[in-house]
């Protein structure tokens, strides 16, 4: 089992960078390939990207490609998500999310089991 906490939303204006994390609880962070997701006011939640229990793989939504960068560091048992370039249409609150037997890349929020609470990201134009 794992616990999952992000930090690091807030409020910037459009064009601005961000960095956010993931801590994760237990002993076995890195058997746990990692997403991170997000849902914006009105929408469902949607896939942001994905990252391999190594690191070694990671996928993106294409609305982030090349503004993103998704990285894991298991030893200090945390994900990340840096943000660069941010639109208005980022804005959301943003999910990190975990799974011991998800094929990894899943874009799918069903096959992810533990979620964290979510941190608020807005983008002002």
């Known amino acids: 089992q794992v616990q999952l906490v992000e930090s690091g939303g807030g409020l910037v204006q459009a064009g601005d960078s961000l960095s956010l994390s993931c801590a994760a609880s237990?002993?076995?962070?890195?058997?746990?390939?990692m997403a991170w997701f997000r849902r914006a006011p009105g929408k469902e939640r949607e896939f942001v990207g994905a990252i391999s229990r190594s690191g070694r793989t990671i996928y993106y939504a294409e609305s982030v490609k090349g503004r993103f960068t998704i990285s894991r560091d298991n030893a200090k048992k945390t994900l990340y998500l840096q943000m660069n370039s941010l639109k208005p249409e980022d804005t959301a609150v943003y999910y990190c999310a975990a799974d011991n037997t998800v094929v990894t890349g899943s874009r799918s929020d069903d096959d992810y089991h533990y979620w964290g609470q979510g941190t608020q990201v807005t983008v002002s134009s």
């Open positions: 237990g002993r076995t962070f890195s058997s746990y390939a």
